[in-house]
């Protein structure tokens, strides 16, 4: 083995990142240079944006370019070819190569031969059972997202443009911006959450309506978000938002004055 220290060579990290929950960080620490290399772009648990925004060093696959590697392949073009790798980074169940035939100790035993080091990571624990993107979507799913956010590392975000809306919320002291979900991110459960939403540099305190709001139903989607103590024009600028805590589930109001009786118990419940 040559003497190149550990904090001198190049590291990549192999895997899905569907999100970058907690079992998938273990896998991008341990050296001073990691190229994330992304090979699975689903975005269901954090979209593309906001993941290059967190990780500029990440690398996204393209299908074409992998589909039919056999594994020797991807080693050997990708891993050392294109990225001159001294150290691969990735989790214990990671398949790669055509028809995933090859393993993460299939890969060990081929680049010890070529003074590369590989690094398994084992599966991490919540309550007893291993992180995994499938079990973060199916809390997001559920509304328990407070569940998700534990197993994210961080709280479930998104951010997309604001629109115009039908002004309704401002003629009843509750004035709120109306976003859709971006494309292929998990959609939530139906409900009022308790959320933080993001204006430029400055957090605030707000609470989010995600779903078709009953009391005048929309077809698709809609993500509406009262921002506590903003007064401001946010049409067509990019607000992101963060899902803390599920509150209750949509409901249909009989009247305007039982509406904003609602609101003000949802906005009193927010500390």
Known sequence: MNDIKDNERIAVALGDFD????????????????????????????QKSIFEKRYPNV??????????????????NILLGRFHAG??????????GKNASWSAL????????????????????????????????????????EEANTMLGYNFTFESEVMSGDKRGRTIGY???????????????YGVYESRAFVGEREYKAFTNIGIRPSWRVDKTLCETHIFGFDGDLYGKTVRIELVRYMRQEKVFASVEELKEQLNYDKSSIV
């Open 175 to 189: 004035p709120t911006i109306n976003q859709h979900l971006p494309e292929g991110l998990t959609v939530p459960k």
């Open 87 to 96: 150290i691969v980074l990735c989790g214990f169940n990671f398949k790669f």
């Open 19 to 46: 999100g970058m929950h907690l079992a998938h960080k273990t896998v991008i620490t341990g050296a001073s240079k990691v190229i994330i290399y992304c090979v699975n772009n689903r975005f269901s648990l954090l």
């Open 106 to 145: 299939d890969m060990r035993n081929y680049l010890e031969k070529k003074d590369v080091w590989v690094r398994i990571l084992d599966h991490q624990d919540y309550k007893g059972l291993p992180i995994s993107s499938t079990r973060i979507r199916e809390c997001v799913k559920s509304g328990e997202i």
């Open 59 to 76: 690398v996204f696959a393209s299908f074409d370019e992998i589909k039919n590697c056999s594994g020797e392949e991807f080693i050997n």
